[in-house]
């Protein structure tokens, strides 16, 4: 991990800082107005740290919308989501709403604040789910994060809102210090689908042949794969809590 860095946002109009707020490419106009935006915030300053990397600069995530650093606000930390300039969506406000109703069920990171080019919520300090479990191989602790997981799968989809990239979740969970799952991203959620966090998620971490789903299964041993599919289907033609039981029995044993 390359070494962090913590810039006064005054500073950060100076390359390559300037780009990683304006990535993939600032211009004066552009990096001016996205500093006074994140003044309007509060933000203090930044702190480029993490796995991930963006010109050369650590970060602690990099998608196709947004690129997350830590912020400032005063004392407090928190993460600030960044929108890209190249980004297929105008705003970051129904990221946030989203987030705001995932809240409500006690469900992602916690929503700060909101403008169009920056998103403020709680910093989850952990790791991915994929690297959590190559360190991660204690079958109690294991059943009792990913039972977690899908808790917090069904109460999202007991509200309709469906997050839309959990067959994505590799970079979508993030286990905290405090062996908490979060889920992330709710860029592409959406109330208007039918919900299927329950069966992305059973799909990406149990029946899939994916890496996680083989880690998975390397801790509980072979999976009846048939009979998860088949309590999934159950459960999908009506979602109610009995069903939930019988996946996770299913899944988790
Ligand atoms: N609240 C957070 N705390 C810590 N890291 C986060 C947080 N939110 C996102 N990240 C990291 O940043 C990455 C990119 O964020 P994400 O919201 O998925 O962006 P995109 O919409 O561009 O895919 C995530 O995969 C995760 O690793
Ligand atoms: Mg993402």
Redesign the pocket.
Known sequence: MKAPVKVLTEKLKIEPYASVLCYPKASKTEIESRLEELREHGVTAVEFAGEASVFNVPV???????I?VIAYLGEERA?L?IRRLDADRLGLEHEAQMLAKANSMQIG?RLIGVSRNFLL????QGC?LPSWLDSHKDKGQVHHVLGEVLEQCWRLDSINLDHGELSKAP??I?ISKKQEPFL??F?TASVNRKPANVTSMCQFLFTSHGVVAKSVAKVFGEINRAEIVDMLRRYKSERKRENFEDVLQACLG
């Open positions: 602690l995530g990099k998608g196709f919308v947004g997350v993460a989501k990171p919520m709680q910093l989850i991915l970079k979508h993030i992330v991203d860029e």
